[in-house]
């Protein structure tokens, strides 16, 4: 069983950054990260597959980056602009097989695991 742990969560002014990692108990082939908001959905917010291909909501494009360190087993999510809608819960998704990101962004790829997450959270 793959753990994966999130971590970087934290409260900011709008326009503030944030980084968020996580790391893999060990190598996963594709990677996520989602938020959710209480009584909300859970929204894919940027996915990566194992070439390093990336993909992302149209929410967050331009402002975030996520990019994924495979000598650590460890995901980045980049957070730049934070804007007071950015604030959720963030989980890291991982699947043991490669699939493209785009499918896993939009939640038509199940994952094979997931983190507990990590608080976001912007002020205006």
């Known amino acids: 069983q793959v753990q994966l742990v999130e971590s970087g969560g934290g409260s900011v002014q709008a326009g503030g950054t944030l980084r968020l990692s996580c790391t893999a108990s060990e190598y996963t082939a594709s990677m996520g990260w989602f938020r959710q908001v209480s009584g909300k959905e859970r929204e894919g917010v940027a996915a990566?597959?194992?070439?390093?291909?990336?993909s992302y909501a149209d929410s967050v494009k331009g402002r975030f980056t996520i990019s994924k360190d495979n000598t650590k087993n460890t995901l980045y999510l980049q957070m730049n602009s934070l804007q007071p809608e950015d604030s959720a819960m963030y989980y890291c998704g991982a699947a043991r097989s490669n699939h493209a990101a785009a499918l896993i962004l939009r939640g038509r790829q199940p994952l094979d695991y997931w983190g507990d997450g990590t608080l976001v959270t912007i002020s205006s």
């Open positions: 990566i597959d194992t070439w390093g291909v990336t």
